[in-house]
């Protein structure tokens, strides 16, 4: 696991943990054939928002993700401490979670969607 400090443009919100994740059947055909957990890193550990995406009226953005894209989950992001130490990243979490929005972060040519979800293990937000 990596920590990453999270920016929407130049505000610090807080720091999140990059938690690996297993690569799905469709990866297997397009990487190694091996089971090991997919290790992505943001770029110097910065995680920078850009903008959000416009509110989903029809599906949850998670579901929109895995339907339109082959590498749909790159990583789990959780906070590294407790949420009330971060108001601002979990206000944004809040926003992307009710309002059915994504934190988009672009990447080069690439954008990555930060899709808000509640956490099953330990029951705290997570991207």
């Known amino acids: 696991m990596t920590k990453s400090v999270v ?5 610090l919100l807080g720091e999140l943990e990059t938690i690996p994740v297993s690569p799905s059947k469709t990866q297997f ?5 091996s089971q090991t957990p997919f ?7 910065e995680i920078r928002i850009r903008y959000l ?16 894209s082959s590498f749909s989950v790159r990583c789990k992001l959780e906070p590294s ?4 130490h971060f108001p601002n990243l979990l206000a944004l ?35």
């Open 7 to 11: 920016y929407h443009g130049e505000t």
């Open 81 to 84: 401490s407790p949420s009330d």
């Open 53 to 68: 995406s416009p509110l989903s009226e029809r599906c949850h953005p998670l579901s929109v993700l895995q339907t339109i």
């Open 93 to 127: 979490h809040a926003s992307c979670f009710y309002e059915l929005k994504t934190a988009v972060v672009v990447l080069g040519e690439e954008e990555i969607h930060l899709v808000a979800m509640p956490s099953k293990q330990k029951k705290f937000p997570c991207f």
């Open 39 to 45: 290790q992505f890193q943001f770029p110097n550990n």
């Open 29 to 33: 055909q397009f990487q190694s054939q």
